[in-house]
């Protein structure tokens, strides 16, 4: 499969089969996330890979009532979080570079999209899983040190079912040239 194929077709997967994921295609998905290019090359990101089932649970409790990827981190072979070091991403010498401070947020989102994609392409599925989280909980469950925050959970594993697309705004609506509103 082809990048921009794998672009298009990605979806976010929440029902997975309960085969379980081979070591090789897990390490396949970390290294395309490890390879992610990073605020002057930070590389603040970190993966912590849950298989055990009681500690899925518990990640699975900190996330809001109803959300639909409490099932999915639950039921998934593998549930992973990505953390972030903190004052790594954005800072030179301990201070912030820019007016947006913290980096690490970015930095994390590009690297779980890349590991989004290589999953995609290796038939595996993930759904990125970052709102409405109770992430001192999350610290709690993974002890995380005080200088590492968690900043999105994804289930991997074999899709049960084929995800539909959502609908996609025009290109008109989102592309400016120059300036902002002019087409």
């Known amino acids: 499969m082809d990048t921009l194929e794998a672009i298009h077709s990605r979806r976010s997967v929440r029902q997975y089969k309960e085969t379980p994921v081979p070591d090789d295609l897990l390490n396949k998905v970390l290294e395309a996330a490890r390879w992610a290019p ?97 992430y001192k909980k999350v610290a709690e469950i993974l002890e995380l040190p005080e200088e590492v925050v968690a900043v999105e959970m994804t289930p991997l594993g074999f899709p049960a079912a084929e995800a539909k697309a959502p609908p996609r705004k025009e290109m008109t609506e989102i592309v400016f040239y120059e300036k902002y509103g002019k087409h």
């Open 38 to 134: 990073s605020w002057a090359n930070s590389q603040c990101t970190r993966y912590i890979v849950i298989k055990d089932p009681a500690t899925k649970e518990k990640l699975a409790e900190t996330l809001s009532r109803g959300n639909p990827g409490a099932n999915a981190i639950k039921n998934a072979p593998i549930a992973i979080v990505a953390c972030a070091e903190l004052k790594k991403s954005g800072y030179y010498k301990g201070m912030a570079s820019t007016e947006k401070g913290e980096w690490h947020m970015f930095d994390t989102g590009i690297a779980m999209e890349n590991l989004a994609l290589a999953a995609h392409a290796l038939g595996l599925g993930t759904v990125h899983i970052g709102y409405i989280i109770d």
